[in-house]
C-alpha cells in the first residue's frame, strides 16, 4: 500500500527553534478501498484519513494523518489511488523519525443525518520509515 522516504527539514514556528532541523517523512501510498457499502439512507457523508500509527519512547500511541477526504456520494466512496503524495508529512514532537516502524490504517467516521458518528478502521500495513538522506558536499 505504501512507501517512505524521509528528508530533513524545518517545519516552522511550532517546533523549539534552538533545534534548526526536524526530520520529516514524505509518504507515497496506493490505496484501493471499496467503502460503498456504508452508504443508505440515512449517511450523510463519510470523513476517510489515512493514519500513520507508531510508538515512540515517550508515548505508546501517536498517530499523524497522511492523507484525509470527505465522501459524500455512494459513486465516490470506491477509492482507487495510484502513487499519491500524503497532503501532510510525518514528524514527531522530538524531531526524530527516521528508522521508526509504522502502521498505515484506513480510518473513517460515518456521519449520519440522525443518530451517532460512527468511527471504524481497517487493518494496517507496516512500513518502515528509512534512514534520514544525507546532502553531498560540494
Same mark, same amino acid.
Given at each position: 500500500?505504501? #512507501?517512505?522516504?524521509?528528508?530533513?527539514? $524545518?517545519?516552522?514556528?511550532?517546533?523549539?527553534?534552538?533545534?534548526?532541523?526536524?526530520?520529516?517523512?514524505?509518504?507515497?501510498?496506493?490505496?484501493?478501498?471499496?467503502?460503498?457499502?456504508?452508504?443508505?439512507?440515512?449517511?450523510?457523508?463519510?470523513?476517510?484519513?489515512?493514519?500513520?500509527?507508531?510508538?515512540?519512547?515517550?508515548?505508546?500511541?501517536?498517530?499523524?494523518?497522511?492523507?484525509d477526504?470527505?465522501?459524500?456520494?455512494?459513486?465516490?466512496?470506491?477509492? #482507487?489511488?495510484?502513487?499519491?503524495?500524503?497532503?501532510?508529512?510525518?514528524?514527531?514532537?522530538?524531531?526524530?523519525?527516521a528508522?521508526?516502524?509504522?502502521?498505515?490504517?484506513?480510518?473513517?467516521?460515518?456521519?449520519?443525518?440522525?443518530?451517532?458518528?460512527?468511527h471504524?478502521?481497517?487493518?494496517?500495513? $507496516?512500513? $518502515?520509515?528509512?534512514?534520514?538522506?544525507?546532502?553531498?558536499? #560540494?
Open positions: 500500500m505504501a #512507501k517512505a522516504s524521509v528528508k530533513m527539514g $524545518r517545519l516552522g514556528y511550532y517546533y523549539d527553534q534552538k533545534k534548526p532541523m526536524t526530520e520529516i517523512a514524505t509518504v507515497h501510498f496506493d490505496l484501493n478501498a471499496d467503502l460503498s457499502p456504508l452508504f443508505n439512507w440515512n449517511t450523510k457523508q463519510l470523513f476517510v484519513q489515512l493514519v500513520a500509527e507508531y510508538k515512540t519512547e515517550s508515548h505508546n500511541t501517536n498517530q499523524v494523518t497522511i492523507w477526504d470527505i465522501i459524500t456520494s455512494k459513486e465516490d466512496a470506491i477509492i #482507487k489511488i495510484k502513487k499519491k503524495k500524503g497532503k501532510y508529512v510525518l514528524s514527531d514532537i522530538t524531531g526524530k523519525i528508522g521508526q516502524e509504522a502502521n498505515l490504517t484506513l480510518h473513517w467516521d460515518l456521519m449520519p443525518y440522525v443518530g451517532l458518528l460512527i471504524d478502521k481497517t487493518d494496517g500495513k $507496516r512500513i $518502515r520509515l528509512p534512514s534520514v538522506e544525507e546532502k553531498k558536499k #560540494k
